[in-house]
């Protein structure tokens, strides 16, 4: 008999058409630990599943994977569903995931921790980013739904301590999964207002009817609003998204009323001690302004005034006497140096030269210091100590000659 031979290609086919209509490995179950964890760019996931034993190759594909609420990491207990086939590139068995849960925490709680920590790492939760709380509000916008008990005792109770704010009611789904849609339109709404701080409140609930306040965009839109918000979510042991990205987190929605407006009996009281210290403050002033005035009654100045004058005349006097003795000393140096240029100028003077025997030969008025100045013929004026001779130059002589 003669052997037949069969290619590797024939061969994965007919083990791969042996997978495939196995109605066992149409539908299994299985548990196992996500290693080799790799989020393709096309939006698939690709990763083994792995026991202490065994491994197997594992693809979910992205309009699978969109449905599940948290991300694969390597090391995380899954369980999964889906079929087993063989791929025929390289003969490899695998299986090709339908669903996903975390094996023990459950998707949700997954799910939750993820958004916390992506938005945590964002800065959303920052202490910096948190808006103060008014102490005294006017206005109090309040988003939960219409009826049950979280709206009437939030209302009953800011009516006791404080009937003198304001509240506004915007009405939205706080459960199912349209909730968070309604709860962001709201927040947006009650931006338009002018509202001084902004409750979002919900009665206890399991996770699940928690959930709407754990969503992204329920988050950002808190983050988003400029008007101050407290949480107040569910129990006191309940902690939402939401609480960590609001101002102010209250343990229930009564609480929220409790800590959003003052007691009115608190206010009171306090208005009465200030009045109390103002009173004593304007007291206080008022005996220190007497007694100011009556050291000012009482001074030297008013009670002698005459004293003061008597003073700055007798300094004036004192003044006006220096001054004087001053002048006079200023004035005989001012004589004995203009005596001294006097004689200066005296020694210099002319008419003192004539005094001696000489005499200034002028002509026109202007001194003649030289024969070259004279023609012959020329009339000349001797001017002695005693009078003026008038000449006629016949004749002229250079003595230099």
């Known amino acids: 008999m003669e052997t037949k031979y069969v290619t590797v290609s024939e061969l994965t086919k007919h083990l791969k058409n042996l ?94 921790e993820q958004l916390k920590q992506k938005l945590q790492n964002e800065g959303l939760f920052n202490i910096e980013y948190k808006k103060r709380i008014p102490k005294i509000p006017n206005k109090i916008g ?55 701080v902004l409750i979002i409140a919900r009665g206890g609930g399991s996770i699940e009817d928690l959930w709407p306040f754990n969503e992204e965009i329920v988050a950002r839109a808190i ?13 006191e042991i309940d902690y939402t998204i939401s609480d960590f990205v609001a101002d102010l987190r209250a343990p229930t929605p009564t609480g929220a009323a409790e800590i959003v407006v003052p007691n009115i009996l608190d206010i009171l009281n306090y208005i009465n001690q200030v009045d109390i210290r103002a009173t004593e403050t304007i007291k206080n002033i008022i005996f220190k302004n007497k007694q100011e005035l009556s050291k000012l009654r009482n001074s030297y100045v008013l009670t002698r005034p005459m004293a003061i004058y008597e003073i700055k005349g007798q300094m004036l006097d004192n003044l006006i006497d220096k001054l004087i003795y001053n002048i006079k000393i200023r004035i005989e140096k001012e004589k004995y140096y203009c005596f001294n240029l006097i004689s200066k100028l005296e020694m210099l003077n002319p008419l003192h030269v004539i005094k001696r025997g000489y005499a200034i030969v002028k002509q026109n008025n202007k001194t003649i210091s030289s024969t070259k100045k004279i023609e012959i013929n020329e009339s000349i004026e001797i001017e002695l100590k005693d009078g003026i001779i008038k000449a006629l130059a016949t004749e002229i002589k250079d003595s230099r000659k």
């Open 142 to 196: 309040i988003i939960t739904a219409p009826t049950g008990a979280a709206i009437r005792d939030m209302l009953s109770t800011i009516k006791r301590k404080y009937p003198l704010c304001e509240t506004i009611l915007f009405p939205t789904l706080v459960q199912g999964s349209e909730a968070s849609i309604s709860i962001v339109r709201q927040i947006k709404k009650a931006a338009l207002y002018d509202i001084d």
């Open 19 to 112: 997978f495939d209509t196995n109605d066992y490995l149409q539908k299994v179950y299985i548990k196992g630990e996500i290693s080799n964890f790799k989020a393709h760019s096309s939006g698939h996931y690709y990763f083994t599943l792995k026991d202490n034993a065994s491994t197997i190759k594992a693809i979910m594909f992205s309009f699978n994977n969109k449905k599940i609420l948290f991300m694969p990491q390597d090391g995380m207990s899954v369980l999964v569903s889906g079929k087993i086939s063989i791929y025929e590139a390289s003969g490899n068995y695998q299986i090709y995931i339908d669903t996903m849960l975390e094996d023990g925490l459950g998707n949700l709680f997954i799910a939750y």
């Open 223 to 235: 983050f988003d609003c400029p008007i101050p918000i407290i949480s107040a979510i569910g129990h």
